[in-house]
């Protein structure tokens, strides 16, 4: 049995099909990596994984029994601002809808843009969905 040759008709078809295939898998793994981010966020959203919270267009018609203490984490990292809430925790019934309202200063020199990022922890309270953010938004004073 002797070795193809680069002129074997058989041998080029062969390496027409692995490049095709290894195009393909390509195409395949840059989708896939410009998907995960929106697939993940989707994920969290749904399941209440890591802490994230549902979003709901609708607030419940409902009240559950008992009542959660809400408390405010106002760290800001590094921003140059002070960042408090006028009120530590709230205690909320959940179903219910509440507003929390914070002060914010910025003690720089320099116009600074911040993004209000909410989690819940422990974890199994966002599991449980116990926590549905209804609307999010701040507002300068």
């Not at 041998?11 to 295939?21: E, G, H, I």
């Not at 549902?54 to 559950?64: D, G």
């Not at 002070?82 to 910025?106: E, I």
Request: proline residues 8%; charged residues 10%; aromatic residues 8%.
């Amino acid at each position: 049995m002797s070795l193809p040759t680069a002129s074997d008709p058989h041998l080029a078809a062969r390496n027409t099909r692995l490049a095709l295939v290894c195009l393909a898998i390509f195409a395949v793994m840059v989708g896939v990596a410009f998907a995960a981010v929106p697939l993940y966020r989707a994920f969290c959203q749904a399941t209440g994984f890591n802490g994230t919270v549902r979003r709901v267009s609708v607030a419940p018609t409902s009240l559950a029994a008992g009542a959660v203490v809400v408390a405010f984490d106002t760290n800001v990292r590094g921003l140059a601002w002070q960042f408090t809430p006028n009120v530590p925790s709230q205690t909320v019934r959940p179903g219910a809808t509440n507003l929390a309202f914070f002060k914010v200063t910025n003690t720089s020199d320099q116009p600074l843009t911040g993004r209000a990022v909410y989690n819940v922890t422990p974890e199994s309270a966002a599991v449980k969905a116990c926590v549905p953010i209804l609307q999010n938004w701040c507002t300068p004073v």
